[in-house]
DNA sequence: CTTTTGATATGATCCAGATCATACTAACCT
DNA sequence: AGGTTAGTATGATCTGGATCATATCAAAAG
């Protein structure tokens, strides 16, 4: 069991480093894949999606971040470009602070930096799950330990259902399935009793 | 283009904070998935690879890390447990570090503390490219990017034929496919002429 | 040199999940 | 209420990569 742990930093610090706010409307694109990195973001109000677009149009959504959550940090750190595109997937306000400033702040913080540290190393726990399950899995496990992840990921119960705020096309856009084979997946688990559906929604 | 950083800490440095030196054979297992973090380790000679098994006993090989690379650090981060096992993938010699020591010496130095920041930011790229490749794209497309990731990850020039010292089947547990899938299409890229076999061995 | 072992090679078949097509439902708008 | 839109549902068909089977090759070991 792993409690949650929420690493923002607090939103008077980020000002008092020269942090601004911005909104945005839906569908509205933060930076896209390959950019390089000049701010450091953080999530107030809204969801961020972070997503990769193939040839074909196909989407494949490598997060989605919710208030208080940061996003778009690595390439701040590596001085790579960006692994993905941020999309608003609905209309949300952020506040993001200069490359430098951020660095800066980080120096002088211990507490901050290593938080941050921690707030990777989660990532890429998920990441390593995600990749492990999307090549070893069918899509039964795989939209499982999804809704696992999402349910753990906000502090929810596991032993109690819990609305899943999310569409049969996010689910198959986040576990490579398409979204079909989602609602297909979805029907046998609700039959199977492993969660109800209720008006389209999931309770898991 | 993005050059090489080595974040490895100096092996006296480890040393004078206690760390110790360590061989194992081929096979041999240095934690599991699911085992709690008690150490930082550090490749000295040899190659650790770190992967995960599924219900058939398929692999997924999450990473493999060479000479002056460190592995295993997330759950020393952020608590949680392994996500994935690692193996001597040859005989090996590996340096590690009691946690607290570990991260008491973060704490001591920025420096060292932001390598590691570096680091994790530079693995968790490597795990959004594989996953979105693996969930978006075909054997073809997965191939020449995982071979294109292993020379940069070595410094190798993108320009010039370097010999991939990974067998198939790594190259399979790595992309998500199957030996046979792997064969056929680095036979296809051979004959397309974007890569050249000598005695099995790829030059890419 | 011969044997053994681990890796590469290649054809034949199969099947889960993709794709295509079409319909239904819920929620929101005016 | 009617209309619009985004999401859910379900059947029919197709196909790329998995699976199975068997052969060959290369390097190390005896």
Redesign the interface.
């Known amino acids: 069991m792993?409690k949650q742990?929420n690493c923002d930093i607090d939103v008077d610090l980020l000002l008092a480093w020269g942090a601004t706010f911005h909104t945005y409307q839906r569908g509205h694109v933060l930076f896209c894949e390959g950019d390089l990195a000049h701010f450091y973001y953080q999530v107030v109000e809204g969801k961020i999606k972070m997503c990769?677009t193939?040839d074909e149009g196909?989407e494949?959504i490598?997060g989605i971040f919710e208030p208080g959550e940061s996003f778009g940090?690595?390439?701040?750190?590596?001085?790579?470009s960006y692994?993905?595109s941020a999309v608003a997937d609905e209309q949300c306000t952020i506040i993001r602070l200069r490359k430098e400033n951020f660095l800066q702040l980080?120096?002088d913080n211990?507490e901050i930096?290593?938080c941050?540290?921690?707030t990777?190393?989660?990532?890429?726990?998920y990441?390593?799950?995600?990749?492990?399950e999307?090549?070893?899995?069918g899509p039964l496990h795989r939209v499982t330990t999804l809704l696992q992840e999402y349910k753990k990921g906000r502090g929810m119960k596991e032993n109690e259902l819990s609305k899943i705020e999310l569409t049969r096309q996010q689910i198959a856009d986040m576990?490579?399935l398409r979204v079909e084979t989602v609602i297909r997946t979805i029907r046998q688990m609700q039959d199977a009793g492993n969660l109800k559906i209720e008006k389209g929604k999931v309770y898991f």
Do not use: C
Not at 73 to 80: H, Q, R, S, V
Not at 120 to 125: E, Q, T
């Open positions: 792993q742990v990769n193939n196909r494949f490598q940090e690595p390439p701040l750190f590596d001085g790579g692994p993905a980080l120096k211990f930096h290593f941050f540290t921690q990777l190393a989660r990532r890429l726990r990441k390593s799950l995600m990749s492990k999307i090549s070893s899995y576990t490579g």
